[in-house]
């Protein structure tokens, strides 16, 4: 068999390359006999490993009969592919798997791109015809009681971890006509839970700034995680409610459910989109307010994005102390000004004065992340907020990142912060250096 995709890759790629360089001729040939011998409809009933492990005999079959000299991996990749393309997501299923692989991003059935340690990369091979990626999407949208076709052309779903997809993962769907592009798949597999020592061996953050984090965290400080798409906002946010005590309550909210928190009481709520008749759809901003009923002692928003930033920072100032949230902001002066900007969505109508003393009172710390070029996600900047009431906007450094010198720099710690860790019996960690005192 030919092998006309696997040169010029190493490493990483080539584990998933191996896993897809099987012709695509010979797929579509292959898979065709095997629709002539075997009826698909009659095996839908069987567990799926011993659904795949049938058919795997019965292709072995096949290629011994039509005479084709393979060797024994081109064999098995061969099969591989073909029961892929048959019962499952074709080129998807060696991805899906890929533990280096964050994002995938299907172009047309002929392009594939995956996102790997931060970068994009193309996938040697794509899936054989567009008739082929149609099914796969139904496939994927199907299993979660979902619909996409010409009058219903895009979906936003969650996918369930399972043994297809170890992660889970969130998918989105955009078809022809509003596509030029073809049938166009986005699939986020959701991130590994990371701890905060993981991310200091990543080069996230030193351990002065981690210390600190930890100590806001169980402090009751209400920290406000900010960055671009794809910057690791969600990973720190995991990795920082590990220190959130098992003794209390937390209700999350999300859009699609990625945090996996290891406390024993914890409440997960899911936004739920419109159904085919465009009812039934249950926004963020619902399950913040229906959350304040469920007696939480801290709430956890993956992502602020509309008027529910009105009703989280009302939280923070009612008795949620110790609350985090998400946003997208390119600083953390602009994640003030774009929270403020959002809590004046709500259909309430608030004073803007009125909004600026919510936002000062309610945010404590503001933790700012980038991705950069060579893929690393890092924390770039910690600010406190040390305006209040209706004052303007007022942030002071408490940690930053110097690119020239490549090395993270401190700042003395606020007064308002050291007095807020000493109110909560936390003290100040030892670690964190003082300006100009060598550790």
């Given at each position: 068999?030919r092998?006309?995709?696997?040169?010029?890759?190493?490493g990483?790629?080539a584990?998933?390359?191996?896993?897809?360089e099987?012709d695509?001729?010979?797929?579509?040939?292959?898979k065709?006999?095997l629709?002539?011998?075997?009826?698909?409809?009659?095996?839908?009933?069987?567990p799926?490993?011993e659904r795949?492990?049938?058919?795997?005999?019965?292709?072995?079959?096949?290629?011994?009969?039509?005479?084709?000299?393979?060797?024994?991996?081109?064999?098995?990749?061969?099969?591989?592919?073909v029961?892929?393309?048959?019962?499952?997501?074709?080129v998807?299923?060696?991805l899906?798997?890929?533990?280096?692989i964050?994002?995938?991003?299907?172009?047309?059935?002929?392009t594939?791109?995956?996102?790997?340690?931060?970068r994009?990369?193309?996938?040697?091979s794509?899936?054989?015809?567009e008739?082929?990626?149609?099914?796969?999407?139904d496939?994927?949208?199907?299993?979660?009681?979902?619909?996409?076709?010409e009058s219903?052309?895009?979906?936003?779903?969650?996918?369930p971890?399972d043994?297809r997809i170890p992660?889970?993962?969130?998918?989105?769907?955009?078809?022809?006509?509003?596509?030029?592009?073809?049938?166009?798949?986005?699939?986020?597999l959701?991130?590994?839970?990371?701890g905060?020592?993981?991310l200091?061996?990543?080069?996230?953050l030193?351990?002065?700034?981690a210390?600190l984090?930890?100590?806001?965290?169980r402090a009751r400080?209400?920290?406000?995680?900010?960055?671009g798409?794809?910057?690791?906002k969600?990973?720190l946010l995991?990795?920082?409610?590990?220190?959130?005590?098992?003794?209390?309550?937390?209700?999350?909210?999300?859009?699609a459910?990625e945090?996996?928190?290891?406390?024993?009481h914890v409440?997960?709520?899911?936004?739920?989109?419109?159904?085919?008749?465009?009812?039934?759809e249950v926004?963020?901003?619902?399950?913040v307010?229906?959350?304040?009923?469920m007696?939480?002692?801290?709430?956890?928003v993956?992502?602020?994005r509309?008027?529910?930033?009105?009703d989280?920072?009302?939280?923070?100032?009612?008795?949620?102390?110790?609350?985090?949230?998400?946003?997208?902001?390119?600083?953390?002066?602009?994640?003030?000004s774009?929270i403020?900007?959002?809590?004046?969505m709500?259909?309430?109508e608030?004073?803007?004065l009125?909004i600026?003393?919510?936002?000062?009172?309610?945010?404590?710390l503001?933790?700012q992340?980038?991705r950069?070029?060579?893929?690393?996600r890092?924390?770039?900047?910690?600010?406190?907020?040390?305006?209040?009431r209706?004052?303007?906007y007022?942030?002071?450094?408490?940690?930053?990142?110097?690119?020239?010198d490549?090395?993270?720099?401190?700042?003395?710690?606020?007064?308002?912060?050291t007095?807020g860790l000493a109110q909560a019996?936390v003290?100040?960690?030892?670690?964190?250096p003082?300006?100009?005192?060598?550790?």
């Open positions: 068999m092998n006309s995709f696997s040169s010029g890759f190493s990483p790629a584990a998933a390359t191996r896993e897809i099987a695509d001729l010979q797929v579509r040939r292959f065709q006999i629709l002539d011998e075997i009826d698909l409809q009659e095996l839908a009933n069987l799926a490993e795949r492990a049938r058919l795997e005999r019965v292709l072995a079959h096949l290629i011994s009969r039509e005479g084709v000299i393979l060797s024994s991996r081109e064999r098995a990749i061969l099969i591989r592919r029961v892929d393309e048959s019962i499952g997501l074709g998807l299923e060696p899906l798997v890929d533990p280096t964050s994002e995938i991003m299907i172009n047309g059935h002929e594939v791109y995956v996102e790997r340690f931060g994009l990369e193309r996938i040697p794509g899936f054989t015809s008739d082929q990626l149609l099914q796969t999407i496939r994927i949208v199907s299993s979660v009681n979902r619909r996409v076709d219903s052309p895009m979906v936003d779903a969650r996918l971890a043994a992660r889970g993962a969130r998918v989105n769907v955009v078809l022809p006509p509003l596509s030029l592009s073809g049938p166009v798949v986005t699939i986020r959701f991130p590994r839970a990371y905060l020592t993981e200091l061996e990543r080069g996230t030193d351990q002065p700034s210390d984090l930890s100590a806001c965290v400080q209400n920290i406000i995680v900010s960055g798409t794809a910057s690791g969600t990973t995991n990795a920082l409610s590990q220190f959130v005590p098992d003794r209390e309550r937390i209700v999350t909210v999300e859009d459910a945090l996996t928190l290891n406390q024993e409440i997960r709520l899911e936004t739920r989109p419109a159904n085919v008749d465009g009812r039934g926004s963020v901003r619902e399950l307010r229906n959350s304040l009923r007696r939480p002692d801290r709430i956890i993956g992502e602020v509309g008027g529910e930033a009105l989280m920072l009302q939280a923070m100032n009612t008795g949620h102390e110790g609350s985090l949230a998400t946003v997208h902001a390119n600083s953390a002066d602009d994640a003030l774009r403020e900007t959002l809590a004046t709500s259909d309430v608030v004073p803007f009125a600026r003393d919510q936002v000062n009172n309610a945010i404590h503001i933790v992340l980038s950069h070029s060579d893929g690393t890092r924390i770039v900047e910690m600010a406190y907020v040390v305006s209040a209706r004052e303007e007022l942030l002071q450094p408490v940690m930053g990142w110097d690119p020239i490549r090395r993270f720099v401190h700042h003395p710690l606020p007064d308002r912060l007095r019996g003290p100040v960690p030892g670690s964190w003082i300006p100009g005192v060598s550790p």
